[in-house]
């Protein structure tokens, strides 16, 4: 882990979601850190979990990055919510890029849920080659869910 964050209170979800998930559940395999949150700091791509002291994770490694671009490119329907990185700076928008140009090229539904996610859908310039963007992450999800919305029921004719 390094210096990532880590959300301690999220540690038995993230173990729940894995056992629930079991195949489906991709993990990344390798991580792109550095040793500080800048383009110019020492960087470093190591295997998943092996983030060394005075590092951080900024984004998937290059073998994580082209694994999900294989998957989603070969998808019928993706939902994505969250960039693989720190998009905003390179390197650290290499993962984010290569999913994000296999989703464009792809041939499935995608659906782009949150304020990061489309800002660099948006940013690559890929925003007409997928099926929607929405910048409201956990509405887009709770919708997919079949939550109901009182304003888009009184719009629903039926």
Request: hydrophobic share 40%; net charge negative; with cysteine.
């Amino acid at each position: 882990v390094g210096n990532s964050r880590v959300e301690q209170d999220k540690t038995d979800l993230a173990t729940e979601l894995m056992k629930i998930g079991g195949d489906k559940l991709i993990l990344p395999v390798d991580t792109h850190c550095g040793d500080a949150f800048s383009s110019d700091c020492n960087k470093l791509v190591v295997n998943a979990g092996e983030i060394p002291d005075g590092f951080e994770g900024l984004d998937i490694g290059p073998r994580t990055a082209a694994m999900y671009a294989d998957i989603v490119a070969n998808a019928k329907t993706v939902v994505w919510n969250g960039p693989m990185g720190v998009f905003e700076m390179p390197p650290f928008d290499e993962g984010t890029r290569a999913v994000a140009e296999a989703l464009a090229k792809g041939t499935g539904t995608s659906i782009i849920g949150g304020g990061d996610s489309a800002a660099a859908i948006r940013q690559l310039g890929f925003e007409d080659k997928v099926s929607h963007v929405s910048t409201g992450g956990g509405a887009s999800l709770a919708m997919l869910e079949g939550k109901k919305f009182a304003a888009v029921e009184i719009l629903d004719p039926a």
